[in-house]
T-cell receptor, first 114, second 113 residues
Framework: DAGVIQSPRHEVTEMGQEVTLRCKPI?????LFWYRQTMMRGLELLIY????????DSGMPEDRFSAKMPNASFSTLKIQPSEPRDSAVYFC????????????FGSGTRLTVV | SQKIEQNSEALNIQEGKTATLTCNYT??????LQWYRQDPGRGPVFLLL?????KEKRKERLKVTFDTTLKQSLFHITASQPADSATYLC????????????FGKGTMLLVSP
């Protein structure tokens, strides 16, 4: 298995533009997580899905953020409109359980909003 | 408030020595505690999991201890090597309902030859 695949690896965009981050989880993993990492706040959970259904989106900072999982092999995280404070590394992770086994993380998308 | 605290200062040790990293938590009752390694520009990689009723777990040169009375986990790397240099993150799963992993900010380990 190629692991969790995220794209793009890097994204530079202007303030106000729409940004879409993509993730392909490991086949057979029922849980998919979106995390954001910054120096100040560390890794923060934004949202997670179970069997393609969003379960907890309480970590999504505001309505500018949305996430979808149309099928078991694809998820997107969208920011519209983007702001400079959204600059961070966004990670997608997948797992067969919520916490009884480890999560497998992708390599992340480094987002810079100028 | 809930906190997961790891030493923000980098730990510098010499090759061959044992590295010990600390994870302290406040206002959590963790069912599971996990340790991850993160290299620059990469995602975290899972290393070890320890359950609330376990005191110690080992995997090759790695050892994790879990003291629920002290609310602390220690992560040891024996016979450390320069290739062990990375940031190490601890993460907890709360012992209630549908809880996900909450991460500490990590401690950077630097192993010099």
């Amino acid at each position: 298995d190629a692991g969790v695949i995220q794209s793009p690896r890097h994204e530079v965009t202007e303030m106000g533009q729409e940004v879409t981050l993509r993730c392909k989880p490991i086949s057979g993993h029922d849980y998919l997580f979106w995390y954001r990492q910054t120096m100040m706040r560390g890794l923060e959970l934004l949202i997670y899905f179970n069997n393609n259904v969003p379960i907890d989106d309480s970590g999504m900072p505001e309505d500018r953020f949305s996430a979808k999982m149309p099928n078991a092999s694809f998820s997107t995280l969208k920011i519209q409109p983007s702001e400079p404070r959204d600059s961070a590394v966004y990670f997608c992770a997948s797992s067969i359980s919520l916490g009884q086994v480890g999560y497998t993380f992708g390599s992340g998308t480094r987002l810079t909003v100028v | 408030s809930q906190k997961i605290e790891q030493n923000s200062e980098a730990l510098n040790i010499q090759e061959g020595k044992t590295a010990t990293l600390t994870c302290n938590y406040t206002n959590y009752s963790p069912a599971y505690l996990q340790w991850y390694r993160q290299d620059p520009g990469r995602g975290p990689v899972f290393l070890l999991l320890i359950r609330e009723n376990e005191k110690e777990k080992r995997k090759e040169r790695l050892k994790v201890t879990f003291d629920t009375t002290l609310k602390q986990s220690l992560f040891h790397i024996t016979a450390s090597q320069p290739a062990d240099s990375a940031t190490y993150l601890c993460a907890l799963v709360q012992n209630s309902g549908y809880s996900t992993l909450t991460f500490g900010k990590g401690t950077m380990l630097l192993v010099s030859p």
